[in-house]
C-alpha cells in the first residue's frame, strides 16, 4: 500500500506487500546534490541519484525519510518520523523506531532492533542480534569538528544488548554478546561476553 501522499524519487525499487504511510519521502538526494540543485535551480525529479532499493514486507509509517543509496533487506518494521541517510545498507528482520536518526554509510545486519529517538552516527558499524534501548547514542568524532578528527563509528558485534540512554564514543569496539546498562557512557572497547555498567563503563562482570 502506497499512500498518495509519499514522494519516491530516482526510481527506487520494493518488493511486495511494502507499506507507506502518509509524508514517506524515499530516495531523497544528498547534501552535496541537494546544494546543487538549489544552485542550479532544479528540482529534485532532475537529479541523477542514486537507487534505493527496499526488500518485501516492509513497513514505512508516517513520516519516514529515506535518503538515496540507501539498501533495505526484507521485513523492516518501523515506527513513525525516522530518518535514514545516503548508501546506509540494513539487513533482513530489523525494527527502527520513532524518531531513530540513523546516518549516512552506515552498515547494520539482520534481526537489529534500534529503539525509539537513538542516533546512529556516520561510518558505524552494527551487527546482527543486537538491541537497543531508547535514547541510545553512537559518536563518531571527538572534537564535534572534523577538520581535526576524522569520522570513526563504533563497531558492535554480534548479539550485543545496550541499555537506554547509553553513549557510544567514537571508535569503541563492543565485543560479541556483551551487556551494557542504561545510562552508561563507554570510553573504552568492551570485549566480548561480558556486563558493563556506569560513567565512564565499566566491568560488572563476564558473562561466561
Known sequence: MINPESKFYGNPAFGENCFFGSNVIIGYPDQTKLKRAIKEDKLIEQLKLSKVVIGSNC????????????????????????????????????IIGTKVIIEHNVKIGDNVCLQSSSFICPNAVIGDNVTTGPNVTLLDNKYLDYSLSPSEGPIIEDNVKIGGSVTILPGIRVGSNSI?????????????????????????????
Request: aromatic share 8%; with cysteine; hydrophobic share 35%.
Open 59 to 94: 513497513v514505512f509509517r508516517d513520516g519516514c525519510i529515506v535518503y538515496e543509496g540507501v539498501r533495505i533487506s526484507h521485513n523492516l518494521r518501523s515506527g513513525h518520523y525516522f530518518q535514514i541517510r545516503e548508501n546506509t545498507v540494513i539487513g533482513e528482520n530489523c
Open 180 to 208: 551494557i546498562g542504561a545510562g552508561s557512557v563507554v570510553t573504552k572497547d568492551i570485549p566480548s561476553d561480558s556486563i558493563y555498567v556506569g560513567n565512564p563503563a565499566s566491568l560488572l562482570r563476564k558473562i561466561r
